[in-house]
């Protein structure tokens, strides 16, 4: 196992990730507890360290199983991570009871790791009003050992992340963001690690896979990898891609089989970075990805001097790109519209006039008005 030094703790490279365990029926309420236990078990005795859950994972049962598969293991032996649920807003005032439970569900005195969840547009000016108390909250459970180490995880622009961070950046030990070699340019991830290594605050990893899809490419892209390194899998490019980026010390992987977890332990066994060739590949493999699904918006911003409604078609363009790629994926298709929903009625897709002033403007040609009326339909 690979493992990576924190403030002087030895964390294992991959960290077990929490919110996809083995189901019953394919009901995701129903975790198949056995299974559950046997892959914990596996990942311990294998040498990961470091057990990541929330309130909403599992329709809130994915904390109550943590708890019974790690409950037998010296508590010293690993790390357990968990997360204030600020994506439902109605949570926010509820900052003491939640974590009160959490600690209740998961059968422990403290929380090795204590995330804000999901810092986005949607609940960034909750998050910093201070008559919710959250930060204030959790900066005492910390001072009370309750919390060991206190960070937030992000799936919001950079300028929402960059504003959390002028407000709360001193306290925050590490950041936890949506990060593979598809989401580098396509999410703009490489400006979120670029911060937080100028910040020197520690990369924590989300979604290295991206929900599965990168763990099956075309047969052009597969054989493109093949070639530089025959013995690797198409699983393990995306790992090597995490290995190669500065800042990065945890890399979370929500695995739902046993043979998920055997695949991802065997590429931990070693840290091979990726040499400059291989990385172009890569990125060049992430390119045709992201073309095959994607409105090919350059966000020169001519349109939106010619909108009366004033959109920011650029943006539009940019969550309707990531809506497509993640349906198109079989994905949870969340972020787009949780941004969409901090944007007020009068500028999101269904304002459009469908007047074409933007297309007549546009470099790319693109069909703007029939790309609004298409979110619309697919989002609302």
């Not at 703790?9 to 189901?23: D, E, T, Y």
């Not at 892959?39 to 943590?66: F, K, L, P, Q």
């Not at 593979?180 to 924590?204: C, G, H, M, R, T």
């Not at 530089?228 to 890399?251: C, I, N, Y």
């Amino acid at each position: 196992m690979v493992y990576r030094d924190f403030q002087g703790i030895r964390l294992s490279g991959l960290g077990f990730g929490a919110m996809r365990l083995p189901v019953l029926d394919g009901d995701d309420s129903r975790i198949d507890r056995e299974k559950a236990y046997e892959m914990v078990d596996r990942a311990m005795a294998s040498g990961i360290n470091y057990y990541d859950t929330a309130w909403g994972y599992h329709d809130g049962n994915s904390e109550i199983v943590m708890g019974e598969a790690l409950k037998k293991y010296d508590r010293g032996s690993f790390y357990l991570a968990s997360k204030f649920p600020g994506y439902d807003l109605s949570n926010m005032p509820k900052v003491k009871e939640i974590f009160e439970a959490q600690l209740q569900k998961t059968g422990m005195e403290y929380f090795d790791f204590y995330l804000f969840h999901n810092v986005c547009e949607m609940n960034i000016n909750q998050y910093l009003d201070p008559k919710y108390g959250i930060f204030d909250y959790l900066m005492e459970q910390k001072k009370n050992g309750r919390i060991r180490h206190l960070g937030f995880s992000c799936h919001g622009e950079f300028d929402t992340m960059k504003r959390f961070l002028d407000a709360y950046g001193e306290h925050m030990e590490f950041c936890q963001i949506q990060l593979n070699y598809l989401d580098w340019s396509f999410q703009n991830a490489k400006a979120k690690v670029d911060l937080l290594n100028e910040l020197n605050i520690p990369v924590w990893v989300m979604e290295p896979l991206r929900g599965g899809r990168l763990t099956r490419l075309d047969a052009q892209s597969e054989g493109e990898l093949k070639a530089l390194r025959p013995e690797e899998s198409v699983t393990a490019w995306a790992f090597r891609f995490l290995q190669s980026v500065k800042g990065v010390t945890m890399v979370l992987s929500g695995m739902s089989s046993m043979d998920q977890l055997l695949d991802n332990l065997k590429t931990f066994e070693e840290e091979t970075p990726l040499t400059d060739k291989e990385m172009e590949t890569l990125m060049a493999v992430a390119d045709r990805l992201q073309a095959r699904k994607s409105i090919p918006c350059t966000a020169c911003h001519y349109c939106v001097s010619h909108c009366p409604q004033g959109l920011d078609i650029p943006y539009l363009i940019s969550l309707y790109n990531e809506h497509l790629l993640t349906v198109a994926d079989g994905g949870m298709a969340f972020i787009a519209p949780m941004a969409l929903s901090a944007i007020p009625d009068e500028k999101k897709p269904a304002a459009c006039l469908h007047c074409r002033s933007c297309e007549r403007v546009c470099p790319q040609q693109i069909k703007i008005s029939e790309m609004m009326t298409d979110f619309v339909e697919k989002i609302g």
